[in-house]
């Protein structure tokens, strides 16, 4: 007869699961990438590096695991953050308050999700999730041209074109010599004007109060 886990292992082994991609994304936020090693994970972790392999195949599968769960969340931040009510330069400025403002709170998490070098196998993760942030910002310009707050235009284009241009100058290679204070606010002006909002509409911004 073939065995079968009994309910109680299944959770032993999820919460242990839990517990090493918890303990492998601190890594991440120290250090980045380059500091997850089966061998620093296995450390922080306090279990043997044999253990780690049980879950994980090698540490690319467990790298592009950490981004996925670590991204899901930072997409689910955003997706919440649409849902805002107002006009769409309110809500735009809502949107890119929020994921400025979770970038700031963890800096090198930020770094390492947008643009660290790595493994081919999170690289391809990370188009995945681009093209869901994507995805995200063509659906709120969608809103704003059928609301008639927008002119008409490719949304898909513009929405790719956004999310470089935010990635960029959040934490992309020419972002340091960028001033930090208000970074959220001149954001939304670059992304309305690049949108085709009115200057009326990117020159008065409520701006939104976040968590």
């Given at each position: 007869?073939?065995?079968?886990?009994?309910?109680?292992?299944?959770?032993?082994?999820?919460?242990?699961?839990?517990?090493?991609?918890?303990?492998?994304?601190?890594?991440?936020?120290?250090?980045?990438?380059?500091?997850?090693?089966?061998?620093?994970?296995?450390?922080?972790?306090g279990v043997g590096?044999?253990?780690?392999y049980r879950y994980?195949?090698?540490?690319?599968?467990?790298?592009?695991?950490?981004?996925?769960?670590?991204?899901?969340?930072?997409?689910?931040?955003?997706?919440?953050?649409?849902?805002?009510?107002?006009?769409?330069?309110?809500?735009?400025?809502?949107?890119?308050?929020?994921?400025?403002?979770?970038?700031?709170?963890?800096?090198?998490?930020?770094?390492?999700?947008?643009?660290?070098?790595?493994?081919?196998?999170?690289?391809?993760?990370?188009?995945?999730?681009?093209?869901?942030?994507?995805?995200?910002?063509?659906?709120?310009?969608?809103?704003?041209?059928?609301?008639?707050?927008?002119?008409?235009?490719?949304?898909?284009?513009?929405?790719?074109?956004?999310?470089?241009?935010?990635?960029?100058?959040?934490?992309?290679?020419?972002?340091?010599?960028?001033?930090?204070?208000?970074?959220?606010?001149?954001?939304?002006?670059?992304?309305?004007?690049?949108?085709?909002?009115?200057?009326?509409?990117?020159?008065?911004?409520?701006?939104?109060?976040?968590?």
């Amino acid at each position: 007869m073939a065995y079968r886990e009994t309910d109680n292992v299944k959770a032993r082994k999820a919460a242990q699961r839990d517990h090493l991609l918890h303990s492998a994304e601190q890594l991440v936020r120290e250090g980045g990438f380059a500091n997850l090693t089966m061998q620093t994970l296995a450390v922080a972790a306090g279990v043997g590096v044999g253990t780690l392999y049980r879950y994980f195949d090698n540490k690319a599968v467990l790298a592009a695991e950490v981004f996925r769960v670590a991204t899901e969340r930072e997409v689910a931040a955003v997706a919440q953050a649409m849902e805002h009510a107002g006009s769409f330069p309110e809500r735009l400025s809502h949107v890119l308050q929020v994921f400025v403002q979770r970038a700031q709170a963890a800096p090198r998490l930020a770094w390492s999700l947008i643009a660290e070098p790595v493994d081919p196998a999170v690289d391809a993760e990370r188009l995945t999730y681009r093209q869901r942030y994507a995805a995200l910002y063509q659906q709120l310009l969608s809103d704003g041209v059928s609301q008639g707050e927008l002119p008409i235009q490719d949304t898909a284009i513009s929405a790719a074109a956004l999310v470089g241009a935010i990635a960029e100058a959040l934490v992309g290679p020419l972002s340091d010599p960028l001033p930090k204070a208000n970074l959220a606010e001149s954001l939304t002006q670059f992304c309305l004007r690049a949108v085709g909002a009115s200057p009326a509409q990117a020159d008065v911004i409520e701006q939104p109060q976040t968590a």
